[in-house]
């Protein structure tokens, strides 16, 4: 069914795949041609084996032509595998949904933003539905609009479309590149390059940045044959994403889809897979385009957007995934993770077994034992039976899907027990077509209930299941409590995903697991035709590019709240380690839940306190209680630095991050920042003129107001107490209480503990020549907290995963590696240390552990890679070696700046 060549690869002429050994092309008494099992003459190529050269015929792909049409770099993408420069890639348009596009819009205008420069698509498809939080949500809806309106986007109202779908019928053309903060933004089916990424790097883009990568690796997907009737988009996901995910075959690597087999599917079918290229943990996707790609953009009313891309007559590949589409059998993934997938035949005659593995693998990852999860209840008859049944979002709620379920459940009935369906079709578009074609008329008669666009039952906010229920969709992912249930709360649900084909068929036969592959097909069914309503976009959707108007305020609800200030990297850091999560894989659904916690998206002091949640629902407070000694020690030191400062210094906040950006390295007093706030460690940001602001506070109304200048705000904890008012004298900037150990020289700080106290003992121990005493040690060392996890990341592309953490007072998060490439650049882009280490390091990291890290700041702007620390226990003190691996110039800018809001604060 799917076969991996790990080794590099040529594809001849489109149709011949000849492997490499080293560098060169195996060589015998013939060429093994991979694709027919047999060995070829030299002759028959048409070329001399020995010129095959992996640097020219590298050029020949298509995602490499693409890459260089958009590289804003001065040189060409070198042609050394293993030392490729970095790209500098500006896209030719921005997506966002109503989870992100308001921290977006709200980072991007602390950092000087005057008018999207390139079309930006805002949205609303993720919380639309969602009630919770009075009018949160649609007050994020009117702040959407109106920053459409102020600075030239193109707004899309609720209902109207899903993200993607929408981004696939009006955006996408052949050859361009899309960026979106969702990750599963792929349209490579239409020719389209795209990358889901985490909100700052839109924010870049915004501000005409560039998005900087390493030069990625491609990797062939060749499909051959054609899908046997039963057999839908969503198994041939599974079946890919169950052959590479586990071993990392394809992570942030682009995928390049060709071979004859593309030819016999439709362009649903095409987009099916490729939005579920993402749970493959590669960076993006690209298709081979042909007739039919040009019949779509011709009904869509955009022939322009088409070209023909292919490869050249000789195009070398890293790798290649083989995938005859006629071995492919429909699919079941089991909770929790698309790759834990099986065929559905196998399934049934293995229930019980599968299940109960599956069982003790899905109770280690919830590692609750208030919860009892069970897959093995289900089964009746030998049989596994579900409860409801779900097919929406950009994977499922496609035209061609919804058509095939309603021929199924046809003339037939859901029934009127507890198990249910609901479709959603992915656009209004798409649903005016399957009403015009009598297609919801059969699924309504049936019982199935219709909905209109939206991403919920894909995120837990719609259609959340009962407790102990089992779900079957065709949505993206079906990670641990994603479908909406709170453990925290005793209650457990769980999804299984499969082709809307299967479960239509499971639905008809009373939920009992049915493979689509069992019912009676016709010999040849022809597609349905499909005819593209403009008129729906043209009456909804605004359309602001390059007409920004910016008289307009924006409409800031009480909820949307501007970023908390956060600090510069110190001099030395002394972290606390918070939480540990040894799961092979950490979601970014674990680190912050989504759901109805999303409905606090904009604000994010509220959204903090779902951190880690659903896995270590202790973690918020740990971290609280650590800030709370970084605002003490703050406070601390409030009265000190101003000495060592110019006036300049002390006025001027962004000169102030300017100047620790542009020579990488400071004193432990600049470290800290302006003070003029009164809190060392402070950096005032933004470019909003003070008039604008006033302006716009008069324009809002009563509609909200501008919270600062900057885009930031000082928390409650900042403002709530002053030095003095925190038991520290305005005199000399030492506790009342202070008492001073003449053995240690450790002040005995008014709420610093006693353990505190024998952590910085020992730092002081450790580093005599470097600490005259705790205040020395105070005034250049930040104290925050860390994670750890074996691989954080995986999943959505949602920035909150770490500007949460950020908020909390997280400086860092140590991995053996990242599940993907857009989590540990939201890391980055919120001022964290994205820190691997060897796995016995990790193993040995445990909660109320503390890692001081000596001479952070200078080693980050040096561009070191090693970095000494040490680990300090109840045990003792150890040193343990921290890596920062492969960090560009602007990251590390980026990191000593504090956060991204910072760093372009400081330019």
């Known amino acids: 069914m799917v076969r991996l060549l790990k080794n590099g690869v040529y594809l001849i002429q489109g149709t011949k795949v000849l492997p490499t050994v080293g560098a060169g092309v195996q060589l015998g008494a013939g060429i093994q041609d991979v694709l027919r099992g047999h060995q070829v003459e030299a002759e028959e190529l048409g070329l001399n084996p020995a010129s095959l050269d992996p640097s020219s015929a590298r050029k020949s792909t298509i995602s490499y032509r693409i890459l260089s049409a958009h590289n804003a770099a001065s040189d060409s993408p070198t042609d050394v595998p293993n030392e490729r420069e970095t790209l500098k890639i500006r896209f030719d348009a921005l997506a966002s949904h109503d989870i992100t596009y308001v921290g977006i819009v709200q980072t991007a205008r602390a950092s000087g933003l005057k008018e999207f420069p390139l079309p930006y698509v805002l949205t609303n498809c993720h919380n639309s539905l969602c009630a919770v939080g009075g009018t949160i949500n649609e007050d994020d809806h009117v702040f959407g609009l109106s920053a459409a309106q102020k600075y030239g986007g193109i707004y899309v109202p609720a209902h109207e479309a899903v993200i993607h779908q929408y981004m696939r019928e009006m955006m996408a053309r052949c050859g361009a590149m899309i960026l979106g903060s969702d990750s599963h933004t792929r349209y490579g089916a239409l020719g389209t390059m795209a990358i889901g990424e985490g909100g700052p790097e839109l924010v870049k883009q915004l501000l005409e940045k560039t998005y ?36 990392g075959f394809v992570k942030n690597k682009i995928l390049e889809f060709v071979g004859p087999g593309i030819a016999n599917l439709s362009l649903d079918y095409r987009n099916g897979i490729d939005t579920m290229t993402t749970e493959t943990t590669c960076l993006s996707s690209i298709w081979l385009t042909d007739e039919k790609v040009k019949e779509y953009f011709q009904v869509h009313g955009r022939p322009e957007g088409y070209a023909r891309l292919g490869p050249g007559e000789i195009a070398y590949y890293d790798g290649m995934v083989l995938i005859d589409l006629a071995e492919v059998e429909p699919m079941i993934a089991l909770p929790f993770h698309p790759s834990n997938a099986y065929p559905i035949s196998e399934l049934n005659r293995n229930a019980r077994e599968i299940l109960a593995a599956v069982e003790e693998e899905g109770l280690k990852q919830l590692d609750n034992p208030a919860i009892r999860f069970s897959l093995t209840d289900h089964l009746v008859g030998g049989r596994l039976r579900v409860d409801q049944a779900v097919v929406a979002g950009c994977a499922g709620g496609t035209f061609e899907n919804l058509v095939q379920v309603a021929d199924i459940v046809d003339r037939h009935s859901i029934g009127s027990t507890a198990f249910s369906f609901s479709v959603y079709p992915a656009s209004q578009p798409v649903y005016l077509q399957l009403v015009e074609n ?201 009265k000190r630095v101003p000495s060592r400062l110019t006036p300049t210094e002390e006025v001027t906040g962004a000169r102030t991050v300017k100047k620790i950006a542009d020579e990488g390295s400071a004193t432990g007093e600049i470290a800290m920042g302006p003070v003029r706030e009164g809190l060392a460690g402070s950096v005032v940001t933004g ?49 009342k209480e202070a008492e001073i150990s003449g053995e240690t020289g450790i002040s005995r700080e008014a709420g610093i503990s006693e353990s505190w106290r024998e952590v910085c003992s020992k730092v002081l121990k450790n580093h005599p020549g470097s600490f005259a005493d705790l205040t020395a040690l105070l005034e250049s060392t930040g104290i925050g907290t860390t994670i750890y996890a074996v691989k954080p990341g995986d999943g959505s592309a949602r920035e909150q995963a770490a500007s949460c953490q950020k908020v909390l007072g997280g400086w860092a998060n140590i991995a053996n590696e990242y599940a993907t490439k857009r989590y540990r650049s939201n890391l980055i882009n919120w001022g964290m240390l994205p820190f691997t280490v060897e796995s016995i390091v990790g193993l040995s990291l445990k909660l109320a552990d503390f890692i001081f890290i000596p001479d952070i700041r200078a080693r980050v702007s040096r561009g070191e890679e090693v970095i000494p620390a040490e680990l300090i226990t109840p045990a003792g003190v150890k040193p343990i070696e921290l890596w920062l691996k492969d960090l560009t110039n602007d990251e590390r800018k980026i990191i000593l700046a504090g956060c991204l809001i910072n760093y372009y604060a400081g330019e």
Request: include cysteine; charge should be negative.
């Open 687 to 735: 470019k909003l003129a003070a008039k604008d602001v006033a302006a716009e506070k008069a324009a809002a109304g009563s509609g909200g107001g501008e919270k600062a200048a900057a885009g930031q705000v000082p928390t409650a904890a900042e403002e709530a107490e002053t030095p003095s008012e925190a038991g520290i004298s305005g005199e000399t900037g030492i506790s």
């Open 212 to 247: 900087d990568i390493p030069y990625p690796e491609i990797i062939a997907v060749y499909l051959t044959g054609q899908p046997r009737p039963g057999v839908g988009p969503q198994d041939v996901a599974l079946a890919l994403i169950a052959a590479v995910f586990k071993n």
């Open 438 to 638: 009598g297609a919801a008329a059969k699924m309504m008669r049936a019982g199935v209930t219709v909905k209109t666009a939206f991403c919920g039952p894909c995120f837990g906010a719609g259609d959340v299941p009962a407790n102990g229920s089992l779900s079957v969709r065709h949505t993206t992912r079906n990670f641990p409590n994603r479908e909406g249930s709170k453990p925290g709360e005793g209650q457990i649900a769980s999804v299984a995903l499969m082709d809307a084909r299967s479960i239509a068929a499971t639905a008809i036969n009373g939920g009992r697991l049915t493979s689509a592959a069992e019912l009676a097909w016709p010999a040849s069914a022809e597609p349905e035709p499909y005819e593209f309503d403009r008129e729906i976009y043209a009456h909804r959707v605004y359309q602001g590019f390059r007409s920004p108007q910016p008289e307009q305020a924006l409409r800031l609800g009480p909820n949307i709240a501007d970023w908390p200030r956060m600090s510069a990297l110190p001099e030395n850091l002394l972290l606390q380690v918070a939480a540990v999560l040894h799961d092979p894989v950490t979601t970014t659904d674990e680190l912050i839940p989504s759901g109805e916690t999303s409905s606090y998206r904009s604000n994010p002091l509220k959204l903090a306190e779902f951190t880690l949640s659903r896995k270590d629902p202790g973690y918020v407070e740990r971290a609280k209680q650590i800030q709370a000694l970084e605002l003490e020690r703050r406070q601390f030191i409030a």
